[in-house]
Structures are given as structure tokens and as C-alpha cells.
Nanobody, 123 residues
Framework: QVHLVESGGGLVQAGGSLRLSCAASGGTFSSYSIGWFRQAPGKEREFVASISWYGANTHYADSVKGRFTISRDNAKKTAYLQMNSLKPEDTAVYYC????????????????WGQGTQVTVSS
């Protein structure tokens, strides 16, 4: 089991940027693929991006492709989500999640979750 803590959320104007961090403790971070998901009020939690345990493979939801970048630093046991050109529709609670094996967009494939961090984009 790995314990995950997200940080870096906040209020930003449309067009701005934020960088979310997902810090891990316990477990062997480098053996986990990491996914970022988000959940807006009244909506289901949706996939945003994933990165493989070795960092070579990344995947993005179409809605964030070209604007968001997922990365990781295994030495620091931290994953990141750089969010640029933010839009009001990006407003949500953002969660990071970890799983052994390849990164995937399937929410139920992840069995370790953080508590989430709020991102609010004003128009």
C-alpha cells in the first residue's frame, strides 16, 4: 500500500496555470503507475492523465491533451500534473491514484487514492 497526498490546488483565472503534486509514502513508489482523475460537482470522477512506473508512457484525456503534462520524480516519490491554459470547465477536485502495472484510464483499476485537492478556474 502507498499513501498519497495531493497539493497545489487553488483558485486561478482562466488561461492561468497550476502545478499539482502527489507525494507518496510507504510502498515502493517507483513500482506504481500514477493516474490523475478529477471530479466536478454532480459529475462522475473522470480520467485526466496517467504515467507508467518508469515514466516513459503517458496518456491524456482528450479534454486536456496539449494543455496538461503529467510527470514524476521517483527519487522524490512525487508525481506532478502541470496544468496550463486552464478553463472554467477544468474546475474540479483533482485526485491522484496509484496502481501496480501499466497506467490506465480505468478508475476502478487504481486501489490507492489521495484525498484530493480543489482546483477552481474563474472566468
Amino acid at each position: 500500500q502507498v499513501h498519497l497526498v495531493e497539493s497545489g490546488g487553488g483558485l486561478v483565472q482562466a488561461g492561468g496555470s497550476l502545478r499539482l503534486s502527489c507525494a507518496a509514502s510507504g510502498g515502493t513508489f517507483s513500482s506504481y503507475s500514477i493516474g490523475w482523475f478529477r471530479q466536478a460537482p454532480g459529475k462522475e470522477r473522470e480520467f485526466v492523465a496517467s504515467i507508467s512506473w518508469y515514466g516513459a508512457n503517458t496518456h491524456y484525456a482528450d479534454s486536456v491533451k496539449g494543455r496538461f503534462t503529467i510527470s514524476r520524480d521517483n527519487a522524490k516519490k512525487t508525481a506532478y500534473l502541470q496544468m496550463n491554459s486552464l478553463k472554467p470547465e477544468d474546475t474540479a477536485v483533482y485526485y491522484c491514484a496509484a496502481r501496480t502495472g501499466s497506467g490506465t484510464s480505468t478508475r476502478t483499476s487504481y486501489d490507492n487514492w489521495g484525498q484530493g485537492t480543489q482546483v477552481t478556474v474563474s472566468s
